[in-house]
Structures are given as C-alpha cells and as structure tokens.
DNA sequence: CGGTATCCCATTTGATACTG
DNA sequence: CAGTATCAAATGGGATACCG
C-alpha cells in the first residue's frame, strides 16, 4: 500500500496521522500551543526549512486546523488555531507526557504544565468518561461497530 | 536544523517524535494495541513494505518499546508491547479522538473503546490529574522549569 | 514464518538566494 | 515579514525475489 492511501483508510488513527503525522508538523503545532503565530517565529523555533515550513503551513489551513488572518490592524500574517486545531491539545500533551516519563534527562522535565482553573502544575491523564478511572490500555477493548452488541453482551455475561 | 537533531532538543515532544513519529510507526503500533504481535500480521493489516516493517520493528525493539521473544513453548516470534510501549496508548487513544470527532465520515467513528472496568464504552478524555476538570488548551499554561516560581506567583497574585 | 537483499524511483529535505 | 524559487543531496518507499 501507498502511504497516500492510508488518509482513505477506515480508522481514525491513520486519518489523523494523514493529516498530521507529517515530519515537521506536530512541531509547528507545538509551537502554536505556546502562543506562537508567525511564519517567522515557526521557523526559528522549531528549525524547519522556510520552504517546507511553507507548504506544512498551507496544509494545515487547507486542513482547517489553523486560520490565516492578518493581525489586529491590518499588520502582520498569523496562523491562528481553530477549534479543530485547538482539539489536538491531547495529541501534543499525550506525546509531551510520554517523553517526559521515560527520555527525559536526569533534570527531569523541561515544561510544566498549569492549570489555570485549579493554579495547580499537573500531569494530565486519560480516563474513563464514565467511571473517572485512568485508562490503561491492558484494560481496554476496541470493538469495530458491527460487533458493538456481541462484544456487550460476552462482557455482561462474564461479569464484568 | 536537521530532524536528526530533534531527538536531542529539550522538549519532550521532539522526543517522542524521535522515537515514533516516523510514518508507519503509529499504525504497527495500533495494531500491536489491538492484539497483533506478528510480523505477517503487522504487515498485512497495515499495507507496509516489508523492509520498512523489518526496519521498523528493529527501531521500536532497540527503544524498549517492544520486546522480541518466541511465543511460549518456541513458537513463532513475538512483538510486544513493554511498559514503555503500552505506556504510548494515550498517544495512541488522543489521535483516534480527533479523528472520531474531526474526520469520521457520516457512519461516525468506526471503533469503540470498552472499558473493562466499568463495562461502558468510553470517549477517553484527557483531565487535570488535581481538579479532574477536562485539560482545555485554552486554560493551559506551559512554563519551563526555570520559571515555574513566578510563573505560580503571578498566578496566585491574579486570584486564579 | 520472519525476515534480507536488491534495485530503482519518488519524495522530502535543507541551503541559499531572491522578492514584494 | 512572509514567503517563492531553485536545486542538489539524502532518504524513504515499494516491488519483487530470495532464503533458512
């Protein structure tokens, strides 16, 4: 299979990675989640090529994920994230919070994340919208739609 | 800059692309989250070329993320998930999330996750480990180690 | 089954220079 | 500032065949 043919795929993982699985780009990302805009400060920051910082920036507009817009008063061009960029946050937390458990020096990690609501620094984790509980994935299933039922009724039966 | 230097910048995030943000990466890793572990299954399942898989699976060996071992009583050979690997689902969980929400064609996503625990299907989401509250990027703070003291200071001082 | 070995092509990349 | 243009070099990708 070609690599182009996975964004036609029918799972979820392998159409966000089509979109943002691209060398470079969750780089860019991170840098708009920390406030940068500008074509300039992408490139300096992160160290990408101009020409390829170009064209992942095309990409991600045409994707919806940042807007184009010049800023307040007509000065300079900013990337700004939409709504559907602003949903990857747990993409880049989740990546940040692995590399922060197992290859970060002995300094630990660099970046701290505060929670305004609660003034607190946390460490973000996945859960269980319903019962609250960490979601390990020993402790997961993943049933295709089509056996959405079956896979209920086994798991009431076993008592689960 | 390079993309080789990336592995060494002082972000976690870098890191972690390092290590498995090559294409393929994240789609053998699905499978090996949904139960495969073979060789001719990743490569079947995914549409990867057999050197690239071979390649591959030699990477995420050498970075503990999977171990190779014969399958119990000499069988065939094995990939799994270590700690280190299985500690990736979040990564793996955040990405099908947005694509779920962003990219589902009108059938809606063509997964669910069963929680074993609480026997529900689940919309994983990622919260705030102290308040519990949803991580919003938007009521995010990111603050390098060094400035984490005054970085709480004006916090407390705002009356957050 | 679990890979290697080859070979070739396509794409990506990075550097640099240029422009409105 | 926000890109384009160009171009050489490197890498990656895919197909196929082969092997213990």
Same mark, same amino acid.
């Given at each position: 299979m070609r690599w182009r043919a996975v964004a036609r795929a029918n799972c979820s993982v392998a159409r966000s990675l089509a979109v943002v $699985?691209?060398? !470079?780009t969750m780089l860019i990302l991170r840098e708009a989640f920390l406030g940068q805009r500008r074509f300039d400060d992408f490139q300096r920051n992160t160290g990408i090529a101009r020409n390829i910082l170009a064209a992942r920036l095309r990409a991600l507009v045409k994707h919806g994920i940042f807007q184009r817009a010049r800023a307040n008063g007509g000065g300079h061009i900013e990337y700004r994230l939409t709504d559907k960029g602003l949903d990857l946050y747990p993409v880049l937390v989740s990546l940040m919070r692995w590399g922060d458990q !197992?290859?970060? $020096?002995?300094?630990? =990690? =660099?970046l701290f994340l505060i929670h305004r609501g609660c003034g607190r620094t946390t460490r973000p984790a996945i859960v269980c919208t319903h019962c609250g509980g960490p979601l390990v994935a020993r402790e997961m299933l993943a049933v295709p739609r089509a056996k959405l039922a079956s896979a209920r009724r086994v798991l009431r039966r076993a008592g689960a």
């Open positions: $699985g691209e060398r !470079w !197992w290859l970060a $020096g002995k300094d630990g =990690p =660099p």
